[in-house]
C-alpha cells in the first residue's frame, strides 16, 4: 500500500502545515491583540469615548488568526487515513502552512506595533483615525498575500502513488 | 565558559549554532557516499506511533496549562497591585481570571479526547493508520498547546490592562474587557483545528 511516492510517513508534513499555519497566525495575532489592547486600555482612560472607534487593530489581529484556521481547515480537509497521500502533497501543504504562519505572524507583529502609536496618537489628535487605519490595512494585507499563496499551492497537491 | 553561557540565553546564537553542526553532518555523510544514511523519513518511522500519540497528548495539557498559568498571574499581579488602593475591582476582575483558566479547559478536553484514541496495538506490527494517528495526534497536541499559550498571554496581559483602567473608572471596565474578549477567540481556534485534525484518526488497537 505505501510506494516510494506515497510512503507511511507523508501525513507527518500535511498535520506540520496544518498546525504550523494556525500556531505561527495565533502567535501575531495574539501579539497584535496584547500590544495594541494595553495601549488602548492606557488611552481609554483619558478618552472613554474613543475606545470603540480603538478597536480596530485588535479585530484586525483577530482576522490574521482567522487566516490561519482557513488554511489549517483547508489542509486538514485533503487528508484522511485511507486516502492516498502522496509526498508532494506532503511538502506541498507544509510549504502553505508555513506561507501563510510565517506571513500572518508579520502581519500581527506590524499590526500591533502600528495598533500601539496609532491608538495613542488617536487618543490625542482625531485627525490621526484614517492615516492608523490606512496603515492598519496595509499591514493586514500582507498575512492576505500569505493567505492567497497558501490557498495557489494548496490547489497543486496532487496523490498519485 | 562565556560561549556557553551565551548560547543558553541567546536563540538566535543557538539556532545558528545546531543548524551549523546538522549542515555539516550532512555535508560531510553526503561527500562521503554515505548520502542515503542520513534519512529523515526512517526516523519518523523509527519512533513509534505511541510516543508521538503520547507526547503530543502531553504537549497538548502541559502547554495548555503553561498558558493558562503566565496569563493568571499577570492578571493576578495586577488587581492586587491596584486592589490596594481600590478594592471594588477585586470581584469583578476575576472574570479576567476565568478567562484565562478558559484555555486550561481547552487543553484538558483535548487531552481527554486524545487519550480516547490510544490503545493497545496487539500484534505489535504498526499499520499506515497508527502512523497517520499518531502524527495527528502530535500536531493537533502542539497546535492546541501553543496556541492557548499565545492565548493565556493576551487574556492575561490585555486582562491586567482591565483591572488598571477599572480602578482608575468603574465604567471603562466592559469596554476594555472586550479586548479580552476578542483575544480569548485565539485559543478556541486552536482547538477547532486540533479536533479537526484528529477527527478522522483512527483509535489505536482498532
Given at each position: ?5 506515497c ?12 498546525s504550523?499555519?494556525m ?6 495575532a ?18 472613554p ?8 487593530p485588535?479585530v ?5 488568526a482567522?487566516y490561519?484556521?482557513?488554511?489549517s ?6 487528508m484522511?487515513?485511507?486516502t492516498p497521500?502522496s ?5 506541498v ?22 495598533g500601539?502609536?496609532?491608538v ?5 489628535s ?8 490606512l ?15 497558501a ?11 | ?7 543558553a ?13 546538522v ?5 560531510y ?9 542520513f534519512?529523515?523519513?526512517y ?11 503520547s ?15 503566565w496569563?493568571?498571574f499577570?492578571?493576578g499581579?495586577?488587581i492586587l497591585?491596584?486592589?490596594v488602593?481600590?478594592p ?11 478567562f484565562c483558566?478558559?484555555?486550561?479547559i ?9 487519550s ?11 499499520t499506515?493508520?497508527h ?7 502530535f ?8 496556541c492557548?499559550?499565545?492565548?493565556g498571554l ?6 491586567s490592562?482591565?483591572?488598571l483602567a477599572?480602578?482608575?473608572d ?24 486540533a479536533?479537526?485534525q ?9
Amino acid at each position: 500500500m505505501a510506494s516510494a511516492t506515497c510512503p507511511v510517513y507523508a501525513h507527518f508534513f500535511g498535520f506540520a502545515g496544518s498546525s504550523l499555519a494556525m500556531i505561527l497566525t495565533s502567535a501575531g495575532a495574539a501579539y497584535g491583540t496584547t500590544k495594541a489592547g494595553v495601549s488602548i486600555a492606557m488611552a481609554g482612560t483619558f478618552r472613554p469615548d474613543l475606545i470603540m472607534k480603538s478597536l480596530i487593530p485588535v479585530v484586525m489581529a483577530g482576522i490574521v488568526a482567522v487566516y490561519g484556521l482557513v488554511i489549517s481547515v483547508v489542509i486538514s480537509g485533503n487528508m484522511a487515513p485511507s486516502t492516498p497521500y502522496s509526498l508532494f502533497s506532503g511538502f506541498v501543504h507544509l510549504g502553505a502552512g508555513l506561507s501563510v504562519g510565517m506571513a500572518g505572524m508579520a502581519a500581527g507583529y506590524a499590526i500591533g506595533i502600528v495598533g500601539d502609536a496609532g491608538v495613542k496618537g488617536f487618543a490625542n489628535s482625531s485627525k490621526l483615525f484614517v492615516g492608523m487605519v490606512l496603515m492598519l490595512i496595509f499591514a493586514e494585507v500582507l498575512g492576505l498575500y500569505g493567505l492567497i499563496v497558501a490557498l495557489i499551492l494548496n490547489t497543486k497537491a496532487t496523490n498519485e502513488c | 565558559m562565556q560561549y556557553y553561557k551565551s548560547l543558553a540565553t541567546n536563540p538566535a546564537a543557538l539556532l545558528s549554532y545546531t543548524s551549523a553542526v546538522v549542515t555539516v553532518i550532512a555535508l560531510y555523510l553526503l561527500f562521503t557516499g554515505y548520502g542515503e544514511a542520513f534519512n529523515v523519513g526512517y526516523y519518523l518511522l523509527a519512533i513509534s506511533p505511541y510516543m508521538w500519540a503520547s507526547i503530543g497528548i502531553g504537549l497538548a495539557i502541559g502547554l495548555s496549562v503553561v498558558g493558562a498559568a503566565w496569563g493568571i498571574f499577570a492578571v493576578g499581579v495586577s488587581i492586587l497591585g491596584a486592589g490596594v488602593r481600590v478594592p471594588r475591582i477585586t470581584t469583578k476582575n476575576l472574570v479576567s481570571i476565568i478567562f484565562c483558566e478558559a484555555v486550561a479547559i481547552y487543553g484538558i478536553i483535548v487531552a481527554i479526547v486524545f487519550s480516547a484514541k490510544l490503545g493497545n496495538v496487539s500484534p505489535l506490527t504498526f499499520t499506515a493508520s497508527h502512523y497517520y494517528t499518531g502524527y495527528s495526534l502530535f500536531w493537533s497536541g502542539l497546535t492546541v498547546g501553543l496556541c492557548n499559550i499565545a492565548c493565556g498571554l493576551t487574556v492575561g496581559l490585555t486582562g491586567s490592562s482591565t483591572a488598571l483602567a477599572d480602578a482608575h473608572d468603574a465604567a471603562l471596565f466592559v469596554k476594555v474587557l472586550v479586548i479580552g474578549i476578542f483575544g480569548s477567540v485565539i485559543g478556541m481556534f486552536g482547538l477547532i483545528v486540533a479536533l479537526l485534525q484528529t477527527g478522522k484518526a483512527a483509535e489505536f488497537g482498532a
